[in-house]
């Protein structure tokens, strides 16, 4: 990002350039749009009654109270809803025999967490919506909460779902995948050394900064319901929200205004979303409800949560033979948008970068009194690669090597692709030499370990660690046949309409969905590189069924591997509808034309040229266009993935764990990423810092608690440590670039890699420092106080 | 409820209203007179997101009463720098060291941000991050957004900017 420029910048391709972001000037003068502002004529707002108890029967439940409250308008619970109580979907049945309970908006006859929704109370006021939930009459039954995930198995245990329906199990569903080797117990037959472990990867709160908020207005035209959500999707959004309440789908418009943040979070349709659409449904008014952070942490759905049996089979020299995993998967109360098939995005990559004979993956999904769980950040990736970079050190220790020859000795060489994975996947490239060499060099790992050496033989009471993660994901979600095999009932395209106006300006309409990624700046970077017209020509029309109807919204790190793909065919076929249009206004034939610079020239001619505006007037007034064209300066595209895109890189993180008191600092964290050809290299540079927050923090700070009867603790931002500012330092980042083969522009996803690469960067770098003396694994977050117990125990004390 | 009369001076233009008691300044701010640029975040005074400046001091207006702003000055971030061709340094740095992403932290970092310039006006990187302790956010890792506040306080003093600052060629 330091190359300088010529002065003549307009002459340039814009990709691939740091180019400030065209969203910032309007979101740093506050002249924003969240879902929140919005304030239509004759608003009800919506107060939510939740369970205080993770798992109860109702034995009273009385919302007339509650009516004859100032301002209060309407009151529902299950009851008084009926048939509008629509159920919260599912989309993701991964297998033919899973267990779907219902899932009801508002809860009938039981509550299965703390935070179920129970009745709602409607106010032209919202002070006084929240105030009259305390007029509403509910008597509980309470019953045994079911938390851990072994337990819940166990014949015999308390069911979360024990309707006339329930097949008598907490087990929602058993997932098998084996390998495309040979059986894992034979690739261990061969094996010299077999290391177990059981990590444990904890429930997480997605914590966007922008907590959720819907307005549902009936009051839109042509019989239009209208709803703003702060959501990530409100294309899926539109086509859930119309089979669950019945509404005709040509009459749901879906606008995504500003969206403060996702990660996987706002992916989803929520209770609260149907509710809405629901009651202003039937009061014929708009309904308004913005989520409180303390209904945040209760009911927006978290992420992450399982218990991972890993098993690892090498021979004494380093050779890595099979692997075999074992998880058991937290769906929590109920299954939501994808919830099952979250940790099976996690299936394919447990083998991550490393060559082996044999793989054998098995999941259980369980269901418990917690709140759901679903995608966040990564989804099922951030977890296999964990499982994968913790034990390649466990190895490693248990060979004495060091952690990286081992990755070395094991990984798929450049020349290599494209692969084949033991997971049945096709990785199309990667060079995992050049990112590791970069980094190492950036880390100055030989130094480093000097370092340590000398701490150690000195009995520093301050350790340093080394950790290290070398990991690939896979990303841009997704070929739809590969979707529809795996069970998932949508596909994985994206689509793109580019219009050149009569003026010549450009308007993007594209698919994607952006909460903070900066579509709007690198679209347009992609249009304006085949357009040859300016970035600042270039309008990104997204987020709104209205006036962008077609698309697959923003998760997965998808937009730009699949969206990207839909830009550039658009605006290729733009240029080739202009290009008939200029040859007849150029009185030559279109063979006759080159198109450089915004213009299509004659060549050989210098003098003969047609800019591509003047085409775009041509097009409009349609005075002389050729027989057979149509009017109108517009083209579209709608592409399908070929595959997946497969980002890589090599991360290290050096640590100093205080041995007194068990704080860790993070000192330096080195990462050298491959996220392929980039169109914004300031942009991926974001993308990558905030990702390393997101997985530092899994393994330093966060971690979702409840206690027995399943009471969230760490219920607020005060409980749940998203970090600070104090609690992070500043990354070291840089990439190398190995364009991807399964998309024309040879970009990758970037919005997970650094969340999903660091959480064991970290946690390597601990055990790291500690394992001399006897510690072999910390459970994350590692808080100064588990590090310090855990510590405590290796030395055989009593902690 | 009873009400109480109050008179507010935001971004320039003086409020006359009444207020319930208990509300915060911050819905008073959003749902009574439309300053929408400032935004909740959380319910616990841990995130930042609605800090404006009373009186040129940094306060977090969820944690302010409406009542107690009378006969005070509060600058949102829709009052630092009218219409959005004109930039406080602090808001022109933020863009350029891509100090920002969903943008919904913002509005409170840099007004935090400018509060902590006031009082130290060539902070190091450890005091911009323990200054900055009290905004969250979950998009940056933060990395830019220190780097965005020594750009603005390079800009303030009139100082050069180091090229790790400049981030290349638009």
Redesign the interface.
Known sequence: MTDTLPDKLETLSPMGRPLRRKEDARLLHGQTNWTDNIQLPGTVYMAILRSPMAHARITHLDVTPALSEPHVVAAYSAKELGDLNGAVPCVWPVTDDMQAPAFPALAVDKVRHVGDCVAVVLATDRNAAYDALDAIEIDYDQLPAVIDLESALQPGATLVHDGADSPGTNECYTYHLPGTGIPYDEAKTKADVVVKRRFINQRLIPAFMEPRAVVASPMGVSNEMTVWSSTQIPHILRVLLALVTGLPENSLRIIAPDVGGGFGGKLQIYREEILAVQIARQLGRPVKWTETRSENMVATHHGRGQVQDIEIAATKNGKLLGMKVNLLADMGAYLQIITPGTPLLGMFMYPGIYKMDAYDFNCIGVFTNKTPTDAYRGAGRPESTYAMERIMDELAAELNMDPMELRKKNWINHEDFPYATIAGLVYDTGNYEAATDKAMEMFDYDSLRAEQQRRRASGDPVQLGIGISTFTEMCGLAPSRTLGALKYVAGGWEHCTIRMLPTGKVELITGTSPHGQGHETAWSQIAADILGVGVDDIEVIHSDTGRAPYGMDTYGSRSLAVGGQAIKKAAERLIEKARVIAAHQLECSVDDLEYVGGAFRVKGDAEKAQPLAAVAFEAFSAHNLPDGVEPTLQAESTVDPQDFSYPHGTHLAAVEVDTETGKTTLRTYVCVDDVGVQVNPMIVEGQVHGGLAQGIAQAMYEGVEYDEDGNLLTASLADYLVPSAADLPSFTTSTTETPSTTNPLGTKGVGEAGTIASTPAIINAIVDALRPMGVTDVQMPASPQRVWRTLQEAKGGNA | MSQIPISVTVDGLTYDDEV?P?TLLVHWL??SIG??????????S??G?CTVLMDGQSVKSCSVLAVQANGHTVT???G??E??DN?HPV?AA???C?G????????GM?LASIDLLQNNPDPS?QE???G???????????????KSVQYAANTMAGKDQP?ELT????
């Open positions: 319930e208990r959003r749902e300053r929408v640029g400032t935004v909740v975040g959380c319910d616990t841990s995130c997101a949102t971030i829709q630092l720098a219409g959005e930039w808001q933020f863009k350029e891509h920002l992403q969903c943008g919904y932290c913002t509005p840099v990187e911009i991050r323990e900055l302790e009290g905004n969250l956010c979950r998009c940056t890792g933060y990395h830019n957004i220190v090229a981030g290349g060629a638009r």
